[in-house]
């Protein structure tokens, strides 16, 4: 009997692990390593299938686009239908006109585009969208949507679309 009383004597001398020191260092780790954890920005990951370019500007045959000084408004010569943008601070579409002419939501936007492009013999050849520097990124291709919805008087999609950034303007 003695042999057995040593025996579970050395056992009980063994070394315990302290589990909840332990416990409390990973849960200590994981609450760091979530509250320091900064994904990057989903925007800056998007692939984007824009168009090829064309020219915004009309430009005589052989003339390099810029070079007439003396052309003091080069989309004068294309019919350009102005859509412009306005943003609140937050980046949220403000207002919209087209033209002059005020619009109060896309729904309007899109009803007055088809208005406009729509009519027999209309003299726009492109839209160009002036936008708000602080417009957010979803809100102009909202904007875009609509536009690259409409269709001229025979049938064929507009496609020509380009973009003016606006003045920043703070109060």
Known sequence: MSRRRKQRRKNTDAVELNLAAMLD???????FFILTFKPAPVEGQL??????????????????????ESNTNPIAGVD???????????GKIES????????????ALEARLSAILG???TPFEQVVIQ?????????????????????????KPLS???????PDVTP
């Open 25 to 31: 260092m990973a849960f200590q780790l994981l609450t």
């Open 47 to 68: 692939l984007l299938r824009l168009p090829p370019p064309q020219p915004v500007a009309l430009v005589k045959p052989n003339q390099q686009a810029g070079s007439d």
């Open 80 to 90: 350009s239908l102005i859509v412009s943008v306005f943003s609140t601070p937050s």
């Open 96 to 107: 919209m006109a087209v033209g002059e002419v005020g619009v109060s939501n896309l729904g």
């Open 119 to 121: 009519e027999e013999g």
């Open 131 to 155: 936008v708000s520097a602080r417009l957010h990124y979803q809100e102009l291709m909202d904007v875009v949507n609509v536009c690259a919805k409409q269709t001229l008087p025979g049938g």
């Open 160 to 166: 020509r679309l380009s973009f003016v950034e606006l």
